[in-house]
């Protein structure tokens, strides 16, 4: 009678083989599912309350002020009103402050481009004495809070004579939006190879020329990202327009807003309208340009 080996024991005994790569299949399949029904579920949740306010907002502003506050709460209403926004296109006032902010945002945005481009491509491409130190004053900028620069920057404006004036409001965003602009453009001019100047420069052309007819038209991602970062900034900003102006031909979109807001009475059917007046431009850069923006933001961040 032949002897069995221990091994041999141990490789025919049932209760010691390993199990299939069929027995694990179904569970990993499940838990796969079950993490994607997780992460469906959280999304879901996520859109409801990033939208939900959204459309209350655009709800309300068909409504008329008791309706908004009727109980219980309908997102939508038997009665539907164009009341809000006939009152708006038909005020001169509330016309102006759409007229100024369309002025402002967009003059911000080709002057921060103008000068950010041009800063950038010497940032990436030359070295010259004291450009750490300028590096350094334009992160800082980034770091200090326009409230604490509020009281001196009103003294300043009033002694130059820009207060109450475009331009005021002009220079005033570009301090700010021109930092980020500069650091932006500098990282995505960085991810570009440096022999493209140089063979530019072996045809007899210029620094100027290799910026303008090479680097800025395939740069269009980068320059479209941060014309749309500098549009909104410009946009939205409040403390600054309400510090700045005075009249109201000089009021932007947000001041409007605020001064729908009476004494005894708000005007919240309005404030709803406007508010959704005031979100569909950048929501229409982000819609148009969403795919540039996105290539913009991440192109800039790995240096090659």
Do not use: C
Request: charged content about 10%; proline content about 6%.
């Amino acid at each position: 009678m032949a002897l069995t080996t221990p091994a041999r024991q141990r490789a025919t005994s049932p209760a010691r083989q390993r199990p299939t790569r069929t027995a694990t299949r179904p569970r990993t399949a499940t838990r796969r599912r079950v993490a994607q029904t997780g992460v469906f579920l959280g999304l879901v949740l996520g859109a409801v309350f990033a939208a939900g306010p959204v459309l209350w907002m655009l709800s309300s502003s068909f409504k008329s002020n008791t309706q908004i506050f009727e109980l219980p709460p309908r997102l939508v209403t038997e009665t539907f009103s164009f009341y809000a926004y006939i009152s708006i296109f038909t005020n001169p006032e509330t016309v102006r402050f759409f007229i100024n902010s369309y002025v402002v945002a967009g003059a911000v945005t080709i002057l921060t481009l103008l000068v950010a481009i041009q800063a950038a491509y010497a940032f990436s491409r030359f070295e010259f004495r004291g450009k750490r130190i300028v590096n350094v004053i334009i992160v800082s900028v980034q770091a200090v809070p326009p409230i604490t620069l509020l009281i001196p920057y009103f003294g300043l404006m009033v002694g130059l004579g820009l207060y109450n004036t475009y331009p005021g409001l002009i220079f005033t965003y570009m301090v700010f939006t021109l930092p980020y602009a500069i650091i932006m453009m500098t990282g995505y001019f960085n991810t570009l190879p440096k022999e493209l100047d140089e063979a530019v420069r072996v045809d007899g052309a210029g620094s100027f020329t290799a910026l303008w007819r090479v680097l800025v038209p395939i740069s269009i991602p980068g320059i479209v990202s941060v014309g749309i970062y500098t549009f909104m900034i410009a946009w939205n900003e409040f403390l600054f327009a309400l510090t700045l102006t005075r009249t109201i031909d000089m009021r932007t979109v947000p001041i409007g807003i605020q001064l729908l807001m009476g004494q005894h009475s708000y005007e919240w059917n309005q404030i709803m309208a406007m508010s959704i007046l005031g979100s569909i431009p950048v929501l229409l850069l982000f819609l148009f340009f969403q795919r540039f923006f996105i290539s913009g933001l991440t192109a800039g961040s790995v240096k090659s």
